[in-house]
């Protein structure tokens, strides 16, 4: 199992972060890292914190411990809406996790904002990105200022961080189901498992069909009833539903639970 570095953006002494509708980015920072953390940890790996030091003993934090991939958590500002991610400039494996990263945080009515290069920014450059050796990815959850954004942050808060925690772990090539589970509980329904007719839609993170098709974007999205389950034993997977309307097979890591029958 490998060991990581779960951080909440603005956790200085002396930070605080933006703030909008009753909320302090620091806090909801936290509060997100410790979701994903206890999310890796059941999956077998361990995580470094340094909750309370700020971006400087976040970096040592992560060197000296030598983690194989950083993850910060922030909240964004500004008057927009959504989660976006910011990786590295110049470096293809915090840009591909990156990718990853907001394609399973941008869930529950978030929109999309995809990823940026830290150049992009007003410092030109994210210390969290730039001065950890490993592989490093800055993600906005969602709009501290926008009233819509933070309402369905309340109510699915367990739900995007630990679908974000899943993939960026299985981004790095690591365990990303916790133990004792056939898939990350990306629904955030938790109950039973499902049967034919409940509704699923196909996240945004999805690539392909069970059977090896791409997915086409327009597939994700939707609501679909569950026709017909078969066990398999692909990718982070152990079952498989056809869906109806599109009648494809689709991996349950790549579904996202709607309603049970």
Same mark, same amino acid.
């Given at each position: 199992?490998?060991?990581?570095?779960?951080?909440?953006?603005?956790?200085?002494?002396?930070?605080?972060?933006?703030?909008?509708?009753?909320?302090?980015?620091?806090?909801?920072?936290?509060?997100?890292?410790?979701?994903?953390?206890?999310?890796?940890?059941?999956?077998?790996?361990?995580?470094?914190?340094?909750?309370?030091?700020?971006?400087?003993?976040?970096?040592?934090?992560?060197?000296?411990?030598?983690?194989?991939?950083?993850?910060?958590?922030?909240?964004?500002?500004?008057?927009?809406?959504?989660?976006?991610?910011?990786?590295?400039?110049?470096?293809?494996?915090?840009?591909?996790?990156?990718?990853?990263?907001?394609?399973?945080?941008?869930? $529950?009515?978030?929109?999309?904002?995809?990823?940026? #290069?830290?150049? /992009?920014?007003?410092? %030109? !450059?994210?210390? &969290?990105?730039? @001065?950890?050796?490993?592989?490093?990815?800055?993600?906005?959850?969602?709009?501290?200022?926008?009233?819509?954004?933070?309402?369905?942050?309340?109510?699915?808060?367990?739900?995007?961080?630990?679908?974000?925690?899943?993939?960026?772990?299985?981004?790095?090539?690591? $365990?990303?189901?916790?133990?004792?589970?056939?898939? #990350?509980?990306? /629904?955030?329904?938790? %109950? !039973?498992?499902? &049967?034919?007719? @409940?509704?699923?839609?196909?996240?945004?993170?999805?690539?392909?069909?069970?059977?090896?098709?791409?997915?086409?974007?327009?597939?994700?999205?939707?609501?679909?009833?569950?026709?017909?389950?078969?066990?398999?034993?692909?990718?982070?997977?152990?079952?498989?539903?056809?869906?109806?309307?599109?009648?494809?097979?689709?991996?349950?890591?790549?579904?996202?639970?709607?309603?049970?029958?």
């Amino acid at each position: 199992m490998a060991k990581l570095g779960f951080f909440g953006g603005h956790n200085g002494t002396n930070e605080s972060g933006a703030s909008g509708n009753g909320l302090n980015e620091k806090a909801v920072a936290k509060e997100a890292a410790t979701i994903a953390t206890n999310y890796a940890k059941r999956c077998g790996h361990t995580v470094i914190n340094a909750f309370g030091s700020d971006i400087n003993g976040r970096c040592n934090a992560a060197n000296s411990n030598n983690v194989v991939g950083v993850l910060e958590f922030h909240t964004n500002a500004g008057g927009g809406q959504g989660a976006e991610s910011f990786y590295c400039a110049g470096a293809n494996d915090s840009k591909n996790l990156a990718q990853k990263t907001v394609n399973a945080g941008a869930i $529950k009515g978030l929109k999309n904002r995809g990823v940026k #290069p830290d150049t /992009s920014t007003r410092f %030109g !450059r994210l210390g &969290i990105l730039r @001065d950890t050796k490993a592989s490093a990815v800055l993600h906005e959850l969602f709009f501290i200022d926008s009233a819509s954004d933070v309402k369905i942050w309340k109510a699915n808060k367990t739900a995007i961080v630990e679908s974000i925690t899943a993939a960026f772990l299985a981004g790095l090539g690591l $365990k990303s189901t916790p133990s004792g589970s056939s898939t #990350p509980n990306k /629904s955030g329904g938790g %109950g !039973r498992a499902w &049967i034919v007719g @409940d509704k699923v839609k196909v996240i945004a993170a999805a690539t392909h069909y069970q059977t090896g098709e791409k997915i086409p974007s327009f597939v994700k999205g939707p609501t679909y009833k569950i026709k017909q389950i078969k066990s398999v034993n692909q990718s982070r997977s152990k079952r498989a539903y056809l869906l109806d309307s599109i009648n494809s097979w689709v991996l349950e890591q790549d579904c996202q639970l709607v309603a049970y029958k």
